[in-house]
Every structure is written in C-alpha cells, then in structure tokens.
C-alpha cells in the first residue's frame, strides 16, 4: 500500500513529516549510518539535498544528504559534517523522514500507508464497520487493521485484520475519508459481525 494525492499528504493539515526509514545506525568510523526503509521499493531519496532526522511528532534536525546508497531494505547514508562515529551516534536510533508534499507521485491506485490511517471502513452496502489503524506487512498482501465501531456489539473483535486487495477494498477515496470494502462471504463473521 502506497500512494500520494494532488497536495501530497491526501489529508487536511497539510504538511506533516512522514518516515522512509527508521532506526538510525552506526556503520563504520566515518560517521556513516545505515536505516531501514520503510516497505513500498521507492526510492524517497533520490534528488533530494536533505531529510529530517528525529522521531514523527517530535524534534527534528535537517541534515544535508551527502552521498546515499540502497541495498535491499537498507539505506546507507553519509551526512555533511557528520564525519566521525562520535557525531553519528548522536543521532543513531532516529529515524529519516521528510515532509509528506515531497514524497515520490505513485501510480493511480496505490496508497501510502499514512494515508489510510483513519480512513472509515464501509460494506458497499454502507455498513460501517470501523477505522483504519494501522497495516500490518505480511510478505505478500497487506492486511488493514482495523478499530471496530462501538456500536457493532460486544460480541466483536478487539481488531479486524483486512486483506488491503483489490478484489476486497473495491473504493479508496482519501479526500472522503472512506474504504468501501466488498468482503468474501464469512471474513466478517469470523470477527463477530
């Protein structure tokens, strides 16, 4: 799941950060850290002169990219004026993140996660069944986690685990705040509804 929309966040309030890569980590004497990408095999750095360096809703510092390389699901990273492990361990355990208007354009269709967070959840025959919380990555398709409406009953589930295909969530309209969803017979029932 990946996308962006027309102002690049898909969401009123604008400019938020988002990270595309956590948990900062030395490599090596030269300053040089390594970080996790956050999944969706987009390159968020090319092009780029700098990123903000801290934790989402928190302090950040920007810090010029010096030189970057991919390997997988790992950016290595090289920092002007960081040039010592010393400097570098200052900030290892942070993550990179960059303001949401500068994300990469995805194709029509594909969403980035933030994006979904807190979107409703609707049957196509307009049963709400939640909000988006979270998506859990599971190697192959995605799942949309899901909070249970409070008026669906105490017999439901904590959490609602959703398939994120196509087949499943026929309608994502980000700017509605809405997933309309078109389930298999039984998937809901295993939950409680």
Known sequence: MKSSSDDGCGRPGGNVEVPIATGLKLRGA?????????PGGIDQ?????WVLVGRP???LRRLAIEEYSIYRDKVVLKFRGIDAAPAAAEI?????????????DLPEGSYYIFELIGLTVRT????????????????????????????LGPSVQDEIL????????????????????????????????
């Open 162 to 193: 959703l398939p994120a295909a196509r087949s499943i969530c026929t309608a994502i309209d980000v700017a509605a705040g809405c997933i309309t969803i078109d389930p298999p017979d039984g998937l809901l029932e295993l939950y409680g509804l």
């Open 92 to 104: 290892a355990g942070q993550d990179i993140l960059i303001p949401c208007n500068g994300l990469v």
């Open 57 to 59: 809703g928190g302090v």
């Open 45 to 49: 750095l090319e092009g780029r002169e």
């Open 124 to 151: 196509r025959g307009g049963r709400e069944i939640g909000t988006v919380r979270g998506v859990v990555q599971t190697g192959g398709t995605p799942l949309l986690a899901i909070e249970p409406g409070a008026d």
């Open 30 to 38: 030269g300053g040089r850290l390594t970080a996790r990408l956050v």
